[in-house]
Protein backbone atom coordinates (compact mmCIF):
# COMPACT_ATOMS: atom_id res chain seq x y z
CA UNK A 1 0.00 0.00 0.00
CA UNK A 2 1.12 3.39 -0.79
CA UNK A 3 1.12 6.20 1.56
CA UNK A 4 0.71 9.85 0.60
CA UNK A 5 0.99 12.73 2.35
CA UNK A 6 -2.04 14.32 2.60
CA UNK A 7 -2.12 18.11 3.27
CA UNK A 8 -4.42 19.77 5.34
CA UNK A 9 -7.61 20.71 4.18
CA UNK A 10 -9.40 23.87 4.47
CA UNK A 11 -13.21 22.13 4.09
CA UNK A 12 -12.87 19.60 7.41
CA UNK A 13 -10.20 19.36 9.44
CA UNK A 14 -10.44 15.77 9.72
CA UNK A 15 -8.28 13.28 6.90
CA UNK A 16 -10.92 12.35 4.25
CA UNK A 17 -11.66 8.74 3.81
CA UNK A 18 -10.13 6.75 1.02
CA UNK A 19 -13.19 6.55 -0.93
CA UNK A 20 -13.62 10.41 -1.29
CA UNK A 21 -10.02 10.19 -3.09
CA UNK A 22 -10.97 7.40 -5.65
CA UNK A 23 -14.28 9.88 -6.45
CA UNK A 24 -12.40 12.64 -7.34
CA UNK A 25 -9.92 10.56 -9.07
CA UNK A 26 -12.76 9.03 -11.14
CA UNK A 27 -14.34 12.71 -11.58
CA UNK A 28 -10.50 13.89 -12.42
CA UNK A 29 -10.98 11.35 -15.84
CA UNK A 30 -14.18 13.08 -17.12
CA UNK A 31 -13.58 14.84 -20.84
CA UNK A 32 -13.76 18.11 -20.64
CA UNK A 33 -17.41 18.48 -22.33
CA UNK A 34 -18.58 15.44 -19.66
CA UNK A 35 -17.33 17.09 -16.59
CA UNK A 36 -18.71 20.55 -17.27
CA UNK A 37 -22.06 19.37 -17.76
CA UNK A 38 -21.53 16.94 -14.56
CA UNK A 39 -20.54 19.93 -12.80
CA UNK A 40 -23.88 22.04 -14.41
CA UNK A 41 -25.67 19.25 -12.96
CA UNK A 42 -24.37 19.18 -9.16
CA UNK A 43 -24.62 23.03 -8.48
CA UNK A 44 -28.26 22.86 -9.93
CA UNK A 45 -28.87 20.79 -7.28
CA UNK A 46 -27.40 22.38 -5.09
CA UNK A 47 -29.15 25.86 -5.55
CA UNK A 48 -32.17 23.89 -5.93
CA UNK A 49 -31.54 21.17 -3.01
CA UNK A 50 -36.08 20.11 -3.20
CA UNK A 51 -35.79 18.98 -7.35
CA UNK A 52 -33.86 15.36 -5.67
CA UNK A 53 -35.93 13.24 -8.91
CA UNK A 54 -34.79 15.88 -10.89
CA UNK A 55 -31.48 15.39 -10.12
CA UNK A 56 -31.96 11.29 -10.60
CA UNK A 57 -33.14 12.32 -13.93
CA UNK A 58 -30.58 14.31 -14.71
CA UNK A 59 -27.96 11.70 -14.10
CA UNK A 60 -29.59 8.78 -15.48
CA UNK A 61 -29.74 10.40 -18.98
CA UNK A 62 -26.19 11.25 -18.28
CA UNK A 63 -24.82 8.23 -17.65
CA UNK A 64 -26.96 7.00 -20.89
CA UNK A 65 -25.25 9.44 -23.23
CA UNK A 66 -21.75 9.24 -21.57
CA UNK A 67 -22.33 5.30 -21.60
CA UNK A 68 -21.02 5.11 -18.18
CA UNK A 69 -21.90 2.88 -15.46
CA UNK A 70 -25.28 5.04 -13.04
CA UNK A 71 -23.70 2.99 -9.71
CA UNK A 72 -20.16 4.40 -10.13
CA UNK A 73 -21.63 7.83 -11.51
CA UNK A 74 -23.95 7.44 -7.85
CA UNK A 75 -20.26 7.30 -5.71
CA UNK A 76 -18.64 10.35 -7.43
CA UNK A 77 -21.48 12.29 -7.77
CA UNK A 78 -22.53 11.49 -3.09
CA UNK A 79 -19.00 12.28 -2.95
CA UNK A 80 -19.12 15.16 -4.88
CA UNK A 81 -21.86 16.94 -3.42
CA UNK A 82 -20.65 15.62 -0.01
CA UNK A 83 -17.76 18.35 -0.52
CA UNK A 84 -19.33 20.94 -1.82
CA UNK A 85 -21.74 21.26 1.11
CA UNK A 86 -18.91 20.87 3.82
CA UNK A 87 -17.40 23.41 1.53
CA UNK A 88 -20.47 25.56 1.54
CA UNK A 89 -20.56 24.84 5.72
CA UNK A 90 -16.89 26.80 5.55
CA UNK A 91 -18.00 29.42 3.47
CA UNK A 92 -14.72 28.49 1.56
CA UNK A 93 -12.85 31.45 -0.34
CA UNK A 94 -12.73 30.55 -4.51
CA UNK A 95 -9.26 29.80 -4.00
CA UNK A 96 -9.14 27.16 -0.41
CA UNK A 97 -12.16 25.63 -2.80
CA UNK A 98 -9.72 25.24 -5.75
CA UNK A 99 -6.77 24.04 -3.60
CA UNK A 100 -9.42 21.02 -1.35
CA UNK A 101 -10.29 19.92 -4.88
CA UNK A 102 -6.72 19.66 -6.74
CA UNK A 103 -5.42 17.52 -3.32
CA UNK A 104 -8.55 15.84 -3.59
CA UNK A 105 -6.99 14.90 -7.23
CA UNK A 106 -8.83 17.29 -9.96
CA UNK A 107 -6.47 18.94 -12.30
CA UNK A 108 -5.99 22.54 -11.99
CA UNK A 109 -8.32 23.77 -15.07
CA UNK A 110 -10.78 21.35 -13.81
CA UNK A 111 -10.83 22.65 -9.98
CA UNK A 112 -11.12 26.68 -11.13
CA UNK A 113 -13.60 25.51 -13.22
CA UNK A 114 -15.63 23.89 -10.25
CA UNK A 115 -14.51 27.27 -7.91
CA UNK A 116 -15.63 29.59 -10.61
CA UNK A 117 -19.33 27.50 -11.09
CA UNK A 118 -19.32 27.44 -7.19
CA UNK A 119 -19.23 30.68 -6.76
CA UNK A 120 -21.01 32.30 -9.61
CA UNK A 121 -24.16 29.79 -8.95
CA UNK A 122 -23.97 30.16 -5.12
CA UNK A 123 -22.12 32.20 -3.68
CA UNK A 124 -22.38 35.29 -5.24
CA UNK A 125 -26.26 34.85 -6.18
Known amino acids: ?4 LRMAFHFTSETPDDQLYTDFGNLAKFPEDAFSQLVT ?21 FA ?3 GI ?7 VVRSFLAFL ?12 LQEDLQQLGLPSEKAAYVAAQVCRSLLFR
Open 1 to 4: RVFL
Open 41 to 61: IVVSFLVEPYQSSKLLTRLSE
Open 64 to 66: SEQ
Open 69 to 75: NQGGLKN
Open 85 to 96: KAALRKNLSPPH
